[in-house]
Nanobody, 115 residues
Framework: QVQLVESGGGLVQPGGSQRLSCASS????????MGWYRQAPGKQRELVAT???????NYADSVKGRFTISRDNAKNTVYLQIDSLKPEDTAVYYC?????????WGQGTQVTVST
């Protein structure tokens, strides 16, 4: 059974940066894709960024240019680098992995952008 554990969240000032990590109990190079989603209070969960096993990335329009998804296969970890943080980025960020007909989710990490 695959387990995903997010870390790196916390309180950050507007304009600041944050790097989130998602550690997988399985080899991430065996997943079809991994991604980051987020859910703000009172809103639906939305896709933020994805990366395939081949390294292809995709971003939501709202974060493109500010967020960067990357992976370290040796550490079985996917990262989300967040720059130029805005208050509207405040949300619980979830790691996602898909492959072999299955989908896995982490428990999420809270990112709060505030003065």
């Amino acid at each position: 059974q695959v387990q995903l554990v997010e870390s790196g969240g916390g309180l950050v000032q507007p304009g600041g940066s944050q790097r989130l990590s998602c550690a997988s109990s399985g080899r991430i190079d065996r997943f079809y894709a991994m991604g980051w989603y987020r859910q703000a209070p009172g809103k639906q969960r939305e896709l933020v960024a994805t990366i395939t096993s081949g390294g292809t990335t995709n971003y939501a329009d709202s974060v493109k240019g500010r967020f960067t998804i990357s992976r370290d296969n040796a550490k079985n970890t996917v990262y989300l680098q967040i720059d130029s943080l805005k208050p509207e980025d405040t949300a619980v960020y979830y790691c996602n992995a898909s492959g072999s007909g299955y989908v896995w989710w982490g428990q999420g990490t809270q990112v709060t952008v505030s003065t």
